[in-house]
């Protein structure tokens, strides 16, 4: 007889931030593309979704904690693509932005989704960013939905 909690897949009356990188977006638009199609797929509504874009995966958290602070969302994407072989920094700048997410998550206490692909080639980045290892912006937007909802069961 205990009480469960868990959140539903549905994102109707949800409003949602998505922040995108420009960087790589020839992978991030499709990132963006996939969360877009899972959001609406699951009831959502395009005027309940603000999307923000940045130069690169380094200034995601920035937008991101603005957003945060605002408060208008019930969760908010983070999609980027950092691609390894293409800088020698993408290592630090993956766990510096994977670090900053879950802060701002855990200050705000909104979901903050990472919804990076971290790739070690090209090829790695096109299969993540929709082909055979699916669409991660996709997955990202789920998790979202499903945060979101478990939030509101919560508060
Ligand atoms: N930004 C990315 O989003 N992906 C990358 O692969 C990448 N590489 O390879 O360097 C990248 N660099 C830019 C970085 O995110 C910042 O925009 C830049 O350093 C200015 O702060």
């Not at 390894?84 to 932005?97: E, M, P």
Request: hydrophobic letters at 45%; a neutral charge.
């Amino acid at each position: 007889n205990c009480k469960e909690y868990s959140g539903q897949l549905q994102a109707k009356g949800l409003k949602f931030g998505i922040v995108v990188s420009r960087f790589n977006d020839l992978f991030t638009g499709q990132l963006l593309k996939g969360a877009m199609d899972c959001l609406l797929r699951h009831g959502g509504d395009e005027k309940n979704i603000e999307i923000v874009w940045v130069p690169g995966a380094y200034e995601l958290p920035l937008a991101l904690k603005k957003l945060a602070q605002a408060g208008k969302h019930n969760a908010l994407v983070a999609l980027g693509a950092v691609i390894q072989g293409a800088t020698s920094h993408a290592g630090l700048i993956n766990a510096q932005v994977a670090r900053a997410l879950t802060q701002i998550s855990l200050e705000s206490g909104i979901p903050v989704v990472d919804g990076l692909v971290s790739a070690e080639n090209i090829d790695q980045a096109i299969e993540r960013c929709g082909s055979k290892a699916g669409n991660r912006g996709w997955n990202a937007a789920q998790t979202a939905i499903e945060m979101a909802s478990l939030l509101q069961q919560l508060s």
